[in-house]
C-alpha cells in the first residue's frame, strides 16, 4: 500500500495521506472495505482529517473492521476538531444520543459542533438543529426556523415542511396560513407525506 501510495504521490504530486486516503476510497469502491480500512486509518494516525472521517464511517457502519461506536466517535472528534463538518455533525450526533455522567458539558459540546456544522452549509446539521431548537426544553423558535430555513434553501423537504408547521402555527414567526401552504406545497412535491397530509386538512 505504501509502495502505491508513494507512486500516486509522484504522479499527482500530492501529500502521502491525501494519497492514501484517495486509494481507500477507490478500494471502498471496488467493494475491497478491509484495504480501504486500512489506507484510511494509515492517513488517520497521520493527522489526516479527511481519513479521520473515513475511518470513523468504517467503524460506525463496520466496513473493514468490527463495527464499535466508541472507536468511531474517536475519529469523528478527531476530524471534528480539525473543522471537518461532516465529522462535526456525527461527532455532536454521538454526544446526544449517548447518556453522559457529564451532561450539560456534552450537550454544549455537541451544540456547538452541530451549529459550526451546520454554518458550513452541512444540511443535515441544519435540520437537526431546527428540530433541537423547536423541540428543546425551552424551546427556541426563532433560532430553530432559522435552521430549518437553511436546510429548508439547500433542498430538505421535511424541514421545508418543519418550516410550513412554523408559519401555520405562528412559531418563531408571525403566523400566515397562505406563506404555510407554500411551504406544504415544495415539500409534498418533493415527495413528503406529512406535508401532503397537511393540505389535505
Not at 437537526?128 to 430555513?149: A, D
Not at 402555527?169 to 415539500?187: C, D, F, I, T, W
Amino acid at each position: 500500500l505504501e509502495k502505491a501510495a508513494f507512486q500516486l504521490q509522484q504522479i499527482f504530486r500530492i501529500d502521502i495521506s491525501i494519497a492514501l486516503n484517495i486509494l481507500g476510497i477507490e478500494s471502498m469502491r471496488a467493494g475491497h472495505y478491509r484495504i480501504a480500512y486500512t489506507c484510511f486509518k494509515l492517513a488517520a494516525d497521520r493527522g489526516y482529517s479527511k481519513a479521520q472521517f473515513n475511518v470513523g464511517l468504517c467503524y460506525e457502519h463496520g466496513r473493514g473492521t468490527a463495527k464499535d461506536l466508541e472507536k468511531a466517535a474517536f475519529y469523528y472528534y478527531h476530524a471534528a476538531s480539525s473543522c471537518h463538518p461532516m465529522a462535526q455533525y456525527r461527532y455532536a450526533r454521538y454526544l446526544l444520543c449517548q447518556r453522559p455522567e457529564n451532561e450539560w458539558d456534552r450537550h454544549q459540546k455537541a451544540v456547538t459542533f452541530l451549529e459550526q456544522a451546520a454554518m458550513a452549509g452541512v444540511t443535515e446539521a441544519q435540520a437537526y438543529l431546527g428540530v433541537f431548537y423547536m423541540r428543546g426544553l425551552q424551546p427556541k423558535e426563532k433560532k430553530g426556523l432559522k435552521y430549518l430555513l437553511l436546510a429548508a434553501k439547500n433542498g430538505d423537504a421535511q424541514s421545508r415542511y418543519h418550516v410550513g408547521v412554523c408559519y401555520e402555527k405562528g412559531l418563531g414567526v408571525q403566523q400566515n396560513l397562505a406563506e404555510a401552504m407554500r411551504h406544504y406545497q415544495q415539500s409534498a412535491a418533493a415527495g413528503n407525506r406529512n406535508a401532503w397530509e397537511r393540505l389535505r386538512v
